[in-house]
């Protein structure tokens, strides 16, 4: 089939690297159109992934603005339209990856007359988004999508209580390649070696700086942990919240973690750096439309707590495949820690089943079939 991606953002988050492997098995046909340019299109040209950057200025891609602000950000938006249209035309279909891409993906879609797909990788809830931008969201999807693929259940209901179309709705998790989470121990001991972090207990975060991913709340709890805890965050603020950047360095100097806490910026080497840990701890103070960490943790065969909101609730089983604790709570993070910490056994076990059970799950060869299948029946309505 041939695919028109879109996406606006060039650099990499969760719904990048997801699209990167969703666009795989049609890389001979393919072409995924960015609208700024960025690490995304270094990654999917390392995948032989045909990638065009259509816009060369940076789009404000700050989710508290409304969609028609930051696309205004554009020096003509009308142009994109334009060059998406006319590309469409050499395509079958058009596959919006983002919100700014279902906005010029919806207008190429009604002019080229080719059938959209949105692929819905947000939770359309007043924590993450201005009710402008969720109405525009709702209005579009449910006017010109054929179909709106969510990535977990939690962001089917929140796009429903928006106003979408739930029969248009299907719930696809992301897919992960198993095979690339067993990597030998010397990789991930050199790490600790190289970090200094031997002899310690170390708790990952993985994820962008920002708020609402709440590494703040991971720092609270460790100061309530002996000192023999460490942790170490990584990932870097992508979209200009680096205030919360220099406020999490002021946290580390007011609990006296200075020692204790490694920031180490964005890295390629999630598969090593998750091995290294005894923890992995994803802290999101609002709904996680999926969290990708989580799994890769699984499939890392690392313990993994996450917080009880959105998707993450569909993805840890508490006390089987993982821990969950509520969203801010960093004295019941600050006991699972600890449970953790004391019982390492116990855990081990948490993390081998959960590895077994995720490698079933969230197996990219059966994820891409299914969405194969739901693009397949576009055609046949
Ligand atoms: N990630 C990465 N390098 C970093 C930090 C994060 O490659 O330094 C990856 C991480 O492994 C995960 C993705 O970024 O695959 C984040 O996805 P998630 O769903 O957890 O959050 P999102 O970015 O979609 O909000």
Redesign the pocket.
């Known amino acids: 089939m041939k695919i028109l991606f879109l996406d606006q953002s060039g650099k ?4 990048e ?1 997801s699209l990167t492997d969703v666009a795989k098995p049609y890389r001979e046909t393919c072409l995924v159109c960015l609208f700024a340019d960025g690490t995304f299109r270094e990654l999917l040209e390392q995948n032989h992934i045909p990638v065009q950057v259509l816009a060369t200025e940076p789009i404000n891609v700050s989710k508290e603005s409304g969609i028609l602000d930051s696309l205004g950000s554009i020096r003509s938006i009308v142009s994109l339209i334009v060059k998406v249209t006319t590309l469409a035309r050499n395509y079958e279909l058009i596959y919006a990856n983002t919100q700014k891409a279902l906005v010029i993906g919806a207008f190429a879609s009604f002019l080229s007359r080719r059938p959209l797909v949105y692929h819905l ?1 947000d939770i359309l809830s007043p924590d993450h988004f201005s009710s402008t931008n969720r109405r525009v969201a709702v209005t579009l999807a449910n006017r010109f999508a054929s179909l709106v693929i969510t990535n977990s259940q939690a962001t089917q209901a929140a796009f429903v209580e928006a106003g979408g179309r739930r029969e248009l709705t299907h719930v696809v998790y992301n897919g992960f390649e198993p095979e690339n989470y067993n990597i030998p121990d010397t990789d991930a001991h050199e790490i600790r070696q190289t970090l200094g972090l031997e002899g310690q207990f170390v708790i990952g975060h ?3 700086l920002s708020p609402w991913k709440g590494q703040h709340i991971l720092l609270e709890s460790v100061a309530q942990c002996p000192k023999d805890i460490t942790v170490i965050l ?3 603020a992508l979209f200009g919240e680096e205030d919360y950047v220099k406020e999490l360095h002021q946290t580390v100097t007011e609990l006296g973690l200075k020692e204790r806490v490694h920031f180490l910026g ?3 080497d ?1 598969v090593p750096l998750m091995k290294a840990c005894n923890l992995i701890a994803h802290t999101s103070t609002a709904p996680e439309p ?4 989580i799994i ?1 943790a699984m499939l890392c065969e690392r313990p993994v707590v996450g917080t009880a909101a959105g998707g993450v609730i569909e993805l840890i089983e508490p006390g089987k495949t993982g821990w969950l604790f509520p969203p801010g709570n960093s004295q019941k993070l600050a006991q699972i820690i600890m449970s953790c910490y004391q019982q390492p056994e116990q855990a081990d076990a948490i993390a081998h089943h959960a590895k077994i059970q995720a490698t079933q799950r969230f197996n990219l060869k059966t994820v891409n079939q299914q969405i194969a299948q739901l693009l397949s029946t576009i055609f046949r309505t």
């Open positions: 990499l988050g969760g719904a690297l990788r993985f994820s962008r990584v990932g870097d964005f890295r390629s999630i999926f969290g990708r960490v890769e």
